[in-house]
């Protein structure tokens, strides 16, 4: 029987915000089975898989929208960016919510069904919500909660540090060694008033 890499020793809300999308799925999958209750739990698994892609595992929302079936290997527990990255140790608390998105034969196939920058967005931010957390979470909050847990608790090498975090920069490795300042996170895009013709954030 195969054993899964146990989730990393994260700040408490973060933990609960993975906990709660996991317990969430788990209370869906038993619902009876209608048309309404099967599509609630498919969004409820792929809600619970997207977060912790973002979560346990550091993904940007770019690279969870440009996930392929080919980069997850759930066999050996593991996970790729960019389709060409090295694999890293997938850290999940919700086998079965990875499970329910495989598709073989489809490798070239989306991971997650597709979805939009602001809803990877507001689904990361509902979570954070529900876990309790008084400011609004979003993908680089919880990396830079991720990468500073990685290089000061685990004291992981620059390498390794930025290989996990998909970042190649010395100084970016270095700013994650720095406790995140609320003032540098960008507000969530329900807050967020755009000027014409500016891009959305990579994260």
Same mark, same amino acid.
């Given at each position: ?18 906990? =709660?999308? /996991? ?14 209750? =099967?599509?609630?739990?498919? +969004?409820? #698994? !792929? ?6 892609? &973002? ?5 940007? &929302? ?17 996970? +790729? !960016? ?12 919700? =086998? ?23 809803? &990877?967005? !507001? =689904? ?10 008084? &400011? ?6 919880? !990396? +830079?909660? #991720?990468?500073?847990? #990685? ?9 390794? #540090? ?12 270095? +700013? ?11 507000? /969530? ?9 500016? /891009?959305?954030?990579?994260?």
């Amino acid at each position: 029987m195969p054993t899964y890499p146990p989730p990393l020793r994260l700040p408490q809300p973060l933990v609960d915000v993975a906990g =709660i999308a /996991s317990r969430r799925a788990m209370t869906d999958a038993k619902i009876p089975g209608n048309s309404g209750s =099967i599509i609630k739990r498919s +969004r409820t #698994l !792929r809600d619970a898989a997207l977060i912790e892609g &973002i979560v346990l595992n550091g993904l940007r &929302i770019c690279e969870v929208m440009a996930l392929r079936q080919a980069d997850v290997d759930l066999k050996g527990m593991r996970i +790729r !960016r960019n389709g060409q990255a090295p694999w890293l140790t997938l850290r999940t608390r919700q =086998i079965e919510a990875w499970k329910s998105l495989v598709q073989p034969r489809q490798k070239r196939t989306p991971f997650f069904p597709p979805l939009s920058r602001v809803s &990877i967005w !507001r =689904i990361l931010r509902a979570a954070g919500e529900q876990a309790g957390l008084k &400011i609004p979470l979003n993908s680089r909050r919880a !990396r +830079r909660v #991720l990468g500073f847990t #990685l290089g000061r608790r685990h004291d992981l090498p620059a390498r390794t #540090l930025g290989a996990a975090l998909g970042v190649h920069d010395p100084r970016s490795v270095a +700013r994650y060694l720095k406790p995140a300042k609320l003032g540098e996170l960008p507000p /969530s895009p329900k807050l967020r008033r755009r000027m014409p013709g500016q /891009s959305e954030s990579s994260d």
